[in-house]
């Protein structure tokens, strides 16, 4: 029986990756072993977004190649086609590497592989298909990934996805529709539809809907109870996903709408394609919705160029939204990219200290935030039990973590649906009662 092992890095895109991989592998034959001990083939889906996670990958790669010379060991994802054949030079154990753009190869590549070939590649960008598959290993048994557009055609000159996951794809909103379907009746509850940029979805088919279309839609179909999304980009981010918010309650009132900076001379420089105004005005549409909509957000700090007073901007904008999340980064500096060329790096040091000072001054927003939530009741999707604490752990609709007790109640109440009373804050997660 032939079977492999897969570690995936980075972001949800490749976490739903390798589940369409795992699938796909299953279907060819293969099965699924926990270890990389036991494995022949093992696999590594790649991330490249910031220099650590590409050096987490290839520090893997090393201490793998010194326990275990038996096996074949394939690169997949960003890293893969980042650096193609080079890889076979840094680590000539790797006998694969296939980018994201060629997974529906996947089938004749494991063929080469199995027949003896030591340099098998998939490497093309030039592909107008994207990778659905009905084979799919869903890891979660209640929220389900479902890719609606993959690649992205934006250009921002600190990111290599543009260079890894090549041009924008959309999928048919029927392909879409159907996969929600066969979800519901698998009997998922929440969905979240996946994209580099959603907002840019196009329907390929000549119904041609936009995102807030296809959003709406999916929220409407029969035993989904949450519809998310991510990633928006703000340039692409229109007042009609809003109000489909505001119509549809299945759909989540969470947006993550990455800034990156509040100063429109380096979002200028960034090649964001917004100015700070334009952004707030997205910010001011959402806080005037009739649903509370939870705002979170991606900021980086030190691009080239970016001043004390321009760092003074993304602060005053952090002030002024009061995001409920943020994900902050440092500026690493990424190959092929356009801000390579730029002169004016900033210091390390100087980068950690503004990274530094973003994450406490929005730990302290977030326990203010979460402080006026003591008293409300929030549906909450269970999604496990923590042994230690006693506690279950819910999540809102607004994305929030509510971990609660429920009294005199061994219940499994994994994957449903319960009202909890908030009754503590913290800066990163709530505590309730749970009060049905
Ligand atoms: N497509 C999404 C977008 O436009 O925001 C997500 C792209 S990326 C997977 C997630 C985040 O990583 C970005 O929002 C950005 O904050 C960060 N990022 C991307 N490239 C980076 C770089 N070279 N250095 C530091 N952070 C980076
Ligand atoms: Fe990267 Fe910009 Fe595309 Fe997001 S929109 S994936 S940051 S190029």
């Given at each position: 029986m032939k079977n492999f092992y897969i570690e995936t890095f980075g972001c949800q895109m490749n976490a739903h990756d390798s589940e369409k991989v795992i699938g796909t592998l299953i279907g060819e034959g293969y099965s699924q072993v926990p270890t990389p001990e036991e494995a022949q083939l093992v696999l590594y889906n790649t991330c490249s977004i910031r220099d650590k996670a590409e050096q987490k990958v290839f520090n893997r790669l090393q201490q793998f190649k010194r326990n275990h010379k038996d096996k074949k060991i394939v690169l997949l994802g960003c890293v893969a086609q980042q650096e193609g054949e080079r890889v076979f030079e840094r680590a000539?154990?790797?006998?694969m590497v296939c980018g994201s753009a060629s997974y529906n190869q996947l089938p004749a590549m494991l063929v080469q592989l199995e027949t003896g070939n030591k340099r098998v590649t998939g490497?093309?960008?030039?592909?107008?298909?994207?990778?659905?598959?009905?084979l799919t290993r869903r890891e979660n048994p209640h929220r389900a990934y479902i890719t609606i557009i993959e690649g992205?055609?934006?250009?921002?000159?600190?990111?290599v996805v543009p260079f890894t996951r090549g041009p924008e794809r959309s999928r048919t909103s029927t392909s879409v529709l159907d996969e929600a379907r066969r979800l519901a009746d698998a009997g998922y509850s929440e969905i979240q539809l996946l994209g580099?940029?959603?907002?840019?979805?196009?329907?390929?088919?000549?119904?041609?809907?936009?995102f807030a279309q296809l959003l709406d839609a999916v929220g409407r179909v029969?035993?989904?109870r949450r519809v998310r999304f991510t990633t928006s980009h703000p340039r692409d981010f229109v007042k009609p996903i809003i109000d489909a918010i505001d119509e549809n309650p299945?759909?989540?009132?969470h947006v993550h709408l990455?800034?990156?900076?509040?100063?429109t001379r380096v979002l200028d420089a960034m090649r964001r394609l917004y100015t700070r105004d334009q952004y707030m005005r997205r910010i001011e549409w959402m806080k005037a919705a009739r649903r509370d909509i939870a705002i979170t957000t991606d900021i980086i700090v030190g691009?080239?160029?970016?001043t004390e007073s321009d760092f003074e901007e993304t602060l005053s904008l952090l002030r002024e939204v009061e995001f409920d999340a943020l994900f902050g980064f440092k500026y690493s500096r990424r190959p092929?990219?356009?801000?390579?060329?730029?002169?004016d790096q900033i210091p390390e040091e100087e980068k950690t200290r503004r990274l530094q000072f973003v994450l406490d001054m929005q730990r302290e927003i977030q326990l203010r935030r979460h402080a006026?939530?003591?008293g409300r009741v929030e549906e909450c999707l269970v999604e496990g039990f923590n042994k230690a604490t006693g506690q279950w752990i819910g999540r809102t609709s607004q994305h929030k973590t509510l971990n609660f007790l429920r009294p005199a109640s061994a219940d499994d109440l994994l994957g449903q649906y319960v009202d909890v009373r908030v009754t503590r804050a913290g800066a990163n997660s709530l505590v309730g009662e749970c009060v049905n």
């Amino acid at each position: 029986m032939k079977n492999f092992y897969i570690e995936t890095f980075g972001c949800q895109m490749n976490a739903h990756d390798s589940e369409k991989v795992i699938g796909t592998l299953i279907g060819e034959g293969y099965s699924q072993v926990p270890t990389p001990e036991e494995a022949q083939l093992v696999l590594y889906n790649t991330c490249s977004i910031r220099d650590k996670a590409e050096q987490k990958v290839f520090n893997r790669l090393q201490q793998f190649k010194r326990n275990h010379k038996d096996k074949k060991i394939v690169l997949l994802g960003c890293v893969a086609q980042q650096e193609g054949e080079r890889v076979f030079e840094r680590a000539p154990f790797v006998s694969m590497v296939c980018g994201s753009a060629s997974y529906n190869q996947l089938p004749a590549m494991l063929v080469q592989l199995e027949t003896g070939n030591k340099r098998v590649t998939g490497l093309s960008l030039d592909t107008e298909d994207t990778f659905d598959t009905p084979l799919t290993r869903r890891e979660n048994p209640h929220r389900a990934y479902i890719t609606i557009i993959e690649g992205c055609d934006k250009s921002c000159a600190y990111c290599v996805v543009p260079f890894t996951r090549g041009p924008e794809r959309s999928r048919t909103s029927t392909s879409v529709l159907d996969e929600a379907r066969r979800l519901a009746d698998a009997g998922y509850s929440e969905i979240q539809l996946l994209g580099q940029n959603v907002n840019s979805y196009r329907d390929p088919s000549p119904t041609g809907w936009d995102f807030a279309q296809l959003l709406d839609a999916v929220g409407r179909v029969e035993g989904i109870r949450r519809v998310r999304f991510t990633t928006s980009h703000p340039r692409d981010f229109v007042k009609p996903i809003i109000d489909a918010i505001d119509e549809n309650p299945n759909l989540c009132n969470h947006v993550h709408l990455p800034v990156q900076s509040g100063s429109t001379r380096v979002l200028d420089a960034m090649r964001r394609l917004y100015t700070r105004d334009q952004y707030m005005r997205r910010i001011e549409w959402m806080k005037a919705a009739r649903r509370d909509i939870a705002i979170t957000t991606d900021i980086i700090v030190g691009f080239p160029g970016e001043t004390e007073s321009d760092f003074e901007e993304t602060l005053s904008l952090l002030r002024e939204v009061e995001f409920d999340a943020l994900f902050g980064f440092k500026y690493s500096r990424r190959p092929n990219t356009p801000a390579l060329a730029l002169d004016d790096q900033i210091p390390e040091e100087e980068k950690t200290r503004r990274l530094q000072f973003v994450l406490d001054m929005q730990r302290e927003i977030q326990l203010r935030r979460h402080a006026s939530y003591v008293g409300r009741v929030e549906e909450c999707l269970v999604e496990g039990f923590n042994k230690a604490t006693g506690q279950w752990i819910g999540r809102t609709s607004q994305h929030k973590t509510l971990n609660f007790l429920r009294p005199a109640s061994a219940d499994d109440l994994l994957g449903q649906y319960v009202d909890v009373r908030v009754t503590r804050a913290g800066a990163n997660s709530l505590v309730g009662e749970c009060v049905n």
